[in-house]
């Protein structure tokens, strides 16, 4: 199974910026989508970005639309999200997740994901 990591969470002021990234262990990298979700306690995970590995394309639920981007580097196994403009309803534990089917029109639904990192904490201080 394939491990991924996250990093770069932090603790901000609203109206900043952060970075995300996101390893995956396996290389090449055989999954076909890969997506950020984000979660609060007692929530349930929310699909926040999705982009297909080996094509341009990239999905974003409209809280975030114009503010994150996903990007990806295929030959470094790396996927990030830049966040822009933060507010503090981001605030939550971000995931970065992957699958070998592509991404679907309900790419953000988490069961569709079978591999799963551990999350990094995002904090947006009003």
């Known amino acids: 199974q394939v491990q991924l990591a996250e990093s770069g969470g932090d603790s901000v002021q609203a109206g900043g910026s952060l970075r995300l990234f996101c390893t995956a262990s396996e290389y090449p990298d055989s999954s076909n989508c890969k997506v950020w979700f984000r979660q609060l306690p007692g929530k349930e995970r929310e699909g926040v970005a999705a982009?297909?590995?080996?094509?341009?394309?990239?999905w974003y639920v409209d809280s975030v639309k114009g503010r994150f981007t996903i990007s990806k580097d295929n030959t470094e196994n790396m996927m990030y999200l830049q966040m822009n403009s933060l507010k503090p309803e981001d605030t939550a534990m971000y995931y970065c997740?992957?699958?070998?089917?592509?991404?679907?029109?309900?790419?953000?639904?988490?069961?569709?994901?079978?591999?799963w990192g551990q999350g990094t904490q995002v904090t947006v201080s009003s």
């Open positions: 982009i297909a590995t080996n094509s341009p394309k990239t």
């Open positions: 997740a992957s699958s070998r089917a592509g991404c679907g029109l309900s790419w953000y639904l988490p069961k569709w994901y079978n591999n």
